[in-house]
């Protein structure tokens, strides 16, 4: 099993550009979510999912888009980057019965110019 | 003031030592406490949690929970060089998917060979 993957590992934005994050679990998990992770911070969570078809926010959803299709994927959308957005995201899946045990993925190190 | 807080370090502690890792918070509502161990460029991994106070034993490894001091401890038995991490204190208020995590800022943990 390859756990939880996600890519690109670095990325680095202009002001305004978008893109996607994209994560992928082999575990067969219904739960993902997403987190940023800042200096001094501690793991933010931004969006998450229970299931294929249903996401609903976090702590810092603003700016940042989630859909669910597929159990194995969780993609994160920057519609509009801003340099506030420069951080290091972090996916994370768990299943229903270890709700809290979640397992993570390597991180995305976005830089936003 | 931080609602959870935890000292940066690093501690820098022998081999074989005993490490001691704590964190302070100002929410008594806080019932869960997790500790997550990060290694560098690498995502968290959920090493212990704790339900209210007490303590837990798993290995090497004991956490403590002292609600009426509103105080966390971690602490790592004949410490190893691959313990060298990043380590973050986390709480929620309730258990269950999609609680906002809580966190400290991570005590980097330095062992010495």
């Known amino acids: 099993n390859a756990g939880v993957t996600q890519t690109p590992k670095f990325q680095v934005l202009k002001t305004g550009q978008s893109m996607t994050l994209q994560c992928a679990q082999d575990?067969?998990?219904?739960?993902m979510s997403w987190y940023r992770q800042d200096p001094g911070m501690g793991l933010r969570l931004i969006h998450y999912?229970?299931?294929?078809?249903?996401?609903d926010q976090g702590e810092v959803p603003n700016g940042y888009n989630v859909s669910r299709s597929t159990t194995e994927d969780f993609p994160l959308r920057l519609l509009s980057a801003a340099p506030s957005q420069t951080s290091v995201y972090f996916c994370?899946?768990?299943?229903?019965?270890?709700?809290?045990?979640?397992?993570f993925g390597p991180g995305t190190r976005l830089t936003v110019l | 003031q931080k609602e959870v807080e935890q000292d940066p370090g690093p501690l820098s502690v022998p081999e074989g030592a005993i490490v001691s890792l704590n964190c302070t918070y100002s929410?008594?509502?806080?019932?869960?406490f997790m500790w997550y161990r990060q290694y560098s460029r690498k995502g968290p991994e959920l090493l212990m949690y704790?339900?209210s106070s007490g303590n837990k034993e798993d290995g090497r490894f004991t956490a403590q929970v002292d609600k009426s001091s509103k105080y966390i401890s971690l602490f790592i038995r004949d410490s190893q060089p691959s313990d060298s991490a990043t380590y973050l204190c986390?709480?929620?208020?309730?258990w269950g998917f999609g609680n906002v995590l809580h966190c400290g800022s991570g005590t980097q943990v330095i062992v010495l060979p």
């Open positions: 575990m067969n998990h219904e739960y």
């Open positions: 704790t339900y």
């Open positions: 986390a709480m929620t208020f309730r």
């Open positions: 999912s229970v299931g294929a078809g249903i996401t």
């Open positions: 994370a899946s768990s299943s229903p019965t270890a709700i809290n045990e979640q397992f």
């Open positions: 929410n008594s509502a806080f019932q869960y």
